[in-house]
């Protein structure tokens, strides 16, 4: 069987899945309506959610971490208070003023079932939405897409800012992964007579695989140009991080704004695999959450009323370790944060059941223990803000029950 994915090279490279289902990707023209958007940030190499949601409250928590705890709030380079018991890395800051508008909320002690500690195996068992499960072939973003079809969806439906399709946008439902919004497509061509020419051939040649679906690209190409996004200029004052991270959030509020159909973008940030020197207030992941915070603040401010209709929503493989090694950094773990920011999340508070952090609280008697299971977080934001009516199909083997939603999403 033929794998319709092609791919097209040039400096920053595009990749399309074109899927399975001819109708899915319906030539309409490019409606500029309201549609409900979902923001998909992957923290790859385990982020130490510990001290990015610091539970200061928890005395388990300072005799666990005597060199990296960050500091209860009202010290020099403290924790931000969020409720009395839970607090921001005073990196984040940037944060707080969306928590105080009752934009965001936080799931604290989620994360998978699966025991496993291995970077590969829980990214991959966290993209297909299936623990423990090597065998599945595509991703719960993908089967999100898949079961929820229809006639208006445009080839920007699903976009990865990213060299390659990553493991959770994988399958039959279509989708873009593109490496730099000003280097997609066929901006390489010295003249319009030569992309037209290169068009037509590279047409000709995907029709004879895949029939009339080939041509799509192109559509997404002709949208994307339009807008012009070399000549963008974020609004509202924001102020991107100049970070590969970033630019990949500044390009996914282009997409939004230029109307082109955007229902489900992915970023990621990586580098917060801490294993020697993690640092506390200052230090590795000082550095990592002052980017990853900026660059959240920056998008939400860039898209301003926009965000009336989008939700960005955070996720990491699994956890650290609750007690720092040797080498004042932390191991791998089991559960962690997850932040959700925007329409309707049901913002001000930290969800979640907290299970503590003495050592006979901890799974294995070293980690966070988990009370949420990130399926559960998923299929929230699924069904309560992309309004599928029925999950079931997006998280196969696992049965979803609103009576298990952390209930952080009105």
Same mark, same amino acid.
């Given at each position: 069987?033929?794998?319709?994915?092609?791919?097209?090279?040039? &400096?920053?490279?595009?990749? *399309?899945?074109? +899927?399975? %289902?001819?109708?899915?990707? @319906? !030539?309409?023209?490019? #409606?500029?309506? /309201?549609?409900?958007?979902?923001?998909?940030?992957?923290?790859?190499?385990?982020?130490? &959610?510990?001290?990015?949601? *610091?539970?200061? +409250?928890? %005395?388990?928590?300072?005799? @666990? !971490?005597?060199?990296? #705890?960050?500091? /209860?709030?009202?010290?020099?380079?403290?924790?931000?208070?969020?409720?009395?018991?839970? &607090?921001?890395?005073?990196?984040?800051?940037?944060?707080?003023?969306?928590?105080?508008?009752?934009?965001?909320?936080?799931?604290?002690?989620?994360?998978?079932?699966?025991?496993?500690?291995?970077?590969?195996?829980?990214?991959?068992?966290?993209?297909?939405?299936?623990?423990?499960?090597?065998?599945?072939?595509?991703?719960?973003?993908?089967?999100?897409?898949?079961?929820?079809?229809?006639?208006?969806?445009?080839?920007?439906?699903?976009?990865?800012?990213?060299?390659?399709?990553?493991?959770?946008?994988?399958?039959?439902?279509?989708?873009?992964?593109?490496?730099?919004?000003?280097?997609?497509?066929?901006?390489?061509?010295?003249?319009?007579?030569?992309?037209?020419?290169?068009?037509?051939?590279?047409?000709?040649?995907?029709?004879?695989?895949?029939?009339?679906?080939?041509?799509?690209?192109?559509?997404?190409?002709?949208?994307?140009?339009?807008?012009?996004?070399?000549?963008?200029?974020?609004?509202?004052?924001?102020?991107?991080?100049?970070?590969?991270?970033?630019?990949?959030?500044?390009?996914?509020?282009?997409?939004?704004?230029?109307?082109?159909?955007?229902?489900?973008?992915?970023?990621?940030?990586?580098?917060?695999?801490?294993?020697?020197?993690?640092?506390?207030?200052?230090?590795?992941?000082?550095?990592?959450?002052?980017?990853?915070?900026?660059?959240?603040?920056?998008?939400?401010?860039?898209?301003?009323?926009?965000?009336?209709?989008?939700?960005?929503?955070?996720?990491?493989?699994?956890?650290?370790?609750?007690?720092?090694?040797?080498?004042?950094?932390?191991?791998?773990?089991?559960?962690?944060?997850?932040?959700?920011?925007?329409?309707?999340?049901?913002?001000?508070?930290?969800?979640?059941?907290?299970?503590?952090?003495?050592?006979?609280?901890?799974?294995?008697?070293?980690?966070?223990?988990?009370?949420?299971?990130?399926?559960?977080?998923?299929?929230?934001?699924?069904?309560?803000?992309?309004?599928?009516?029925?999950?079931?199909?997006?998280?196969?083997?696992?049965?979803?029950?609103?009576?298990?939603?952390?209930?952080?999403?009105?």
């Amino acid at each position: 069987m033929i794998d319709r994915r092609i791919f097209l090279k040039n &400096g920053g490279m595009a990749l *399309v899945s074109l +899927g399975f %289902a001819p109708t899915f990707l @319906a !030539r309409t023209a490019w #409606a500029a309506e /309201r549609r409900k958007v979902l923001i998909a940030l992957f923290q790859r190499g385990a982020v130490d &959610g510990l001290n990015m949601i *610091v539970p200061f +409250g928890d %005395a388990g928590y300072y005799r @666990a !971490r005597p060199s990296i #705890a960050i500091q /209860r709030p009202g010290r020099p380079d403290s924790a931000i208070d969020l409720d009395g018991f839970f &607090g921001l890395h005073p990196r984040m800051a940037p944060l707080k003023p969306f928590w105080d508008r009752g934009d965001m909320a936080i799931v604290h002690a989620t994360g998978s079932p699966d025991e496993t500690r291995s970077h590969f195996d829980a990214q991959d068992y966290m993209e297909s939405g299936t623990p423990g499960v090597k065998s599945t072939s595509d991703g719960w973003l993908n089967r999100y897409l898949h079961a929820k079809e229809h006639q208006k969806a445009t080839p920007f439906r699903a976009v990865a800012l990213a060299p390659q399709l990553p493991r959770t946008l994988q399958g039959t439902a279509p989708a873009l992964a593109i490496g730099s919004l000003e280097r997609f497509g066929l901006r390489g061509q010295s003249t319009d007579m030569a992309s037209a020419s290169f068009e037509e051939q590279y047409a000709a040649a995907a029709d004879k695989v895949l029939g009339r679906t080939g041509t799509d690209a192109f559509d997404a190409v002709r949208a994307l140009k339009q807008a012009d996004p070399s000549r963008y200029t974020p609004a509202n004052g924001a102020q991107y991080p100049r970070t590969p991270y970033g630019e990949s959030l500044r390009q996914i509020a282009q997409l939004i704004k230029a109307d082109v159909g955007l229902e489900i973008a992915f970023a990621e940030s990586g580098q917060w695999d801490h294993h020697a020197n993690e640092g506390a207030a200052v230090g590795q992941i000082a550095q990592r959450l002052d980017d990853f915070a900026r660059g959240i603040a920056a998008l939400a401010t860039d898209l301003g009323e926009g965000m009336r209709d989008v939700v960005i929503l955070t996720m990491s493989e699994f956890g650290r370790t609750v007690a720092e090694n040797g080498n004042r950094g932390t191991d791998h773990g089991h559960g962690n944060a997850m932040i959700a920011l925007g329409a309707g999340v049901k913002g001000g508070k930290v969800y979640g059941k907290w299970p503590g952090l003495e050592v006979e609280q901890r799974w294995q008697g070293r980690d966070l223990a988990i009370t949420t299971d990130f399926r559960d977080v998923f299929a929230e934001v699924v069904t309560r803000h992309l309004e599928l009516k029925d999950a079931s199909h997006v998280f196969p083997g696992y049965t979803v029950d609103a009576r298990r939603f952390a209930g952080f999403m009105s």
